[in-house]
């Protein structure tokens, strides 16, 4: 008996599924290219390059080689600062001789 019932279960979904969509996209239904050029998702909607990326990429490293170049000057003269103030304890060992009694 269930082996006669059983093609017929597995089939119903498939013909609701059918009855429902009538085995056409909607006409309401938008492809979907057509959605992402309205949403401007779409890859003619990219910045196209232009000119040398040598040049650009040289501006870039220059810009970078500044800020690397500025940090690390701003670091030495902080340590400098600090160290001529004595805001640095460096843990330096005591001294090794003794001091003169008087």
């Given at each position: 008996?269930?082996?006669?019932?059983?093609?017929?279960?597995?089939?119903?979904?498939?013909?609701?599924?059918?009855?429902?969509?009538g085995?056409?996209?909607?006409a309401?239904?938008?492809?979907?290219?057509?959605?992402?050029?309205?949403?401007?998702?779409?890859?003619?909607?990219?910045?196209?390059?232009?000119?040398?990326?040598?040049?650009?990429?040289?501006?870039?490293?220059?810009?970078?080689?500044?800020?690397?170049?500025?940090?690390?000057?701003?670091?030495?003269?902080?340590?400098?600062?600090?160290?001529?103030?004595?805001?640095?304890?460096?843990?330096?060992?005591?001294?090794?001789?003794?001091?003169?009694?008087?």
């Open positions: 008996m269930l082996t006669r019932i059983a093609p017929l279960l597995r089939a119903a979904p498939r013909l609701q599924q059918s009855r429902r969509m085995h056409a996209v909607p309401h239904w938008k492809p979907i290219r057509q959605i992402c050029e309205e949403n401007k998702a779409h890859m003619n909607f990219l910045p196209v390059p232009e000119g040398s990326w040598q040049e650009a990429y040289n501006k870039q490293q220059s810009k970078w080689n500044r800020l690397l170049a500025l940090s690390v000057l701003s670091v030495v003269v902080t340590a400098v600062a600090l160290w001529q103030t004595g805001s640095i304890y460096l843990h330096t060992a005591p001294p090794l001789r003794n001091k003169k009694k008087e």
